[in-house]
């Protein structure tokens, strides 16, 4: 059995004591909400692949390709981001939700027009 480390050598919570060391930690359970993608709305724009915080979002061959859920937070930026609607949160408790493993599902809706340059997120 591993020899418990007491109070003086647990590090201070709150602290980044190394930077860049967020993939070594599986964080997508914390996750209440699973984001899904419909692949028949997505423009591949990848704006939701900028600002994730958490870069989750798979592109291959410059097209985004589902969601890396195992870092993934659910906190719903992409969802919002997204100029097209492609996004939905789902409860985790009901994920798959008819989606693949990597969050992709097809709808078989015609994609929406984008809306005027730069795209833009949804007003609440
Ligand atoms: S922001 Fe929306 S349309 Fe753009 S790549 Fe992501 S899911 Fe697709
Ligand atoms: S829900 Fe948040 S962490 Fe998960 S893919 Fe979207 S932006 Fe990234």
């Known amino acids: 059995m591993a020899e418990e480390r007491g109070w003086r050598e647990i590090p201070i919570g709150g602290l980044i004591l190394e930077a860049g ?10 996750r209440t909400y699973r984001p899904q993608v419909d692949k028949d709305v997505c423009i591949d724009c990848l704006q939701c692949w900028l600002l994730c915080p958490d870069m989750c979002i798979n592109v291959e061959d410059g097209r985004m390709t589902g969601y890396d859920y195992a870092h993934c937070k659910g906190c719903g930026i992409c969802e919002r981001i997204c100029p097209v609607h492609a996004i939905r949160m789902i409860l985790e408790s009901e994920a798959p939700g008819g989606a693949d493993e990597g969050g992709c599902w097809r709808s078989g809706k015609k994609r929406a027009p984008k809306k005027g340059a730069g795209g833009g997120g949804r007003t609440a």
Not at 21 to 30: C, D, F, K, M, P
């Open 21 to 30: 060391n967020a993939e070594r930690y599986v964080t997508g359970g914390w």
